[in-house]
T-cell receptor
C-alpha cells in the first residue's frame, strides 16, 4: 500500500547543477502535483497535471520543469539549481469523483539543499 | 484569486485543554475544504474534509471542523488535546471546477504537559 512515492528523500546540489525529482503513485489517480514547502509560507504549488498528457503552471513555476511520463509518474526538474530553491518538495495525487475534488494524497517529501 | 488564511502561526495549549485552530478562505466559487496534519519530517496526512452535506465534519484523532459559508471559515477543534497532537496543521481549499489545492501557511500546535 505505497500510495505516493518520492525519490530521493534527501539531496544536496551545488549552484548550477541540475537534477530530477521523481514521483510515482499507485492509486490510479488522474491528477498529480508538485509543491514546495518553506518555513512560514505553507505549501505553494509549482506545477500540476490534471490528467495524463497535460501540465499547467502553479503559483511558483519559475526555475522548474515537469514531465508527466505516464499516468503513474510525474517528475520535477531543476535545470540550474539556485540557493532559493532550497526547500522541501512534496508530490501529491488526487482524483475527482462525480466532479467533486476529493482529498490529495502526499508523498513523504524530498529535502533539497542548494549550496 | 482564492486564498486561505491561518492567522495563528503558533498555538500553545496545555494537555487535556480544548483547542481551536482558525481557517478563513476567500473564493468567488464554491470550495471543498480540508485539514491536514504534518508531523516532523513527514508528509501531510488528511485529518478531515468537507465536500458537501452536514457542515460539521468529524475526522481522525478526535478532531472536528465546522464549515461556515457566511463567514467563509472552516475552524478545526478538539475538546481535549494530547501531547501526541503536537504537529503542524494546514487548512486547504480546492475551488470547484479546478484541480488546484490551495494551502494556508500552517499553524504549529504545541501541547504542553
Amino acid at each position: 500500500n505505497a500510495g505516493v512515492t518520492q525519490t530521493p528523500k534527501f539531496q544536496v546540489l551545488k549552484t548550477g547543477q541540475s537534477m530530477t525529482l521523481q514521483c510515482a503513485q499507485d492509486m490510479n489517480h488522474n491528477s498529480m502535483y508538485w509543491y514546495r514547502q518553506d518555513p512560514g509560507m505553507g505549501l505553494r504549488l509549482i506545477y500540476y497535471s490534471a490528467s495524463e498528457g497535460t501540465t499547467d503552471k502553479g503559483e511558483v513555476p519559475n526555475g522548474y520543469n515537469v514531465s508527466r511520463l505516464n499516468k503513474r509518474e510525474f517528475s520535477l526538474r531543476l535545470e540550474s539549481a539556485a540557493p532559493s530553491q532550497t526547500s522541501v518538495y512534496f508530490c501529491a495525487s488526487s482524483e475527482k469523483l462525480d466532479r467533486v475534488n476529493t482529498e490529495a494524497f502526499f508523498g513523504q517529501g524530498t529535502r533539497l539543499t542548494v549550496v | 484569486a482564492q486564498s486561505v488564511t491561518q492567522l495563528d502561526s503558533q498555538v500553545p495549549v496545555f494537555e487535556e485543554a480544548p483547542v481551536e485552530l482558525r481557517c478563513n478562505y476567500s473564493s468567488s466559487v464554491s470550495v471543498y475544504l480540508f485539514w491536514y496534519v504534518q508531523y516532523p519530517n513527514q508528509g501531510l496526512q488528511l485529518l478531515l474534509k468537507y465536500l458537501s452535506g452536514s457542515t460539521l465534519v468529524k475526522g481522525i484523532n478526535g478532531f472536528e471542523a465546522e464549515f461556515n459559508k457566511s463567514q467563509t471559515s472552516f475552524h478545526l477543534r478538539k475538546p481535549s488535546v494530547h501531547i501526541s497532537d503536537t504537529a503542524e496543521y494546514f487548512c486547504a481549499v480546492s475551488p470547484s471546477g479546478t484541480y488546484k489545492y490551495i494551502f494556508g501557511t500552517g499553524t504549529r500546535l504545541k501541547v504542553l504537559a
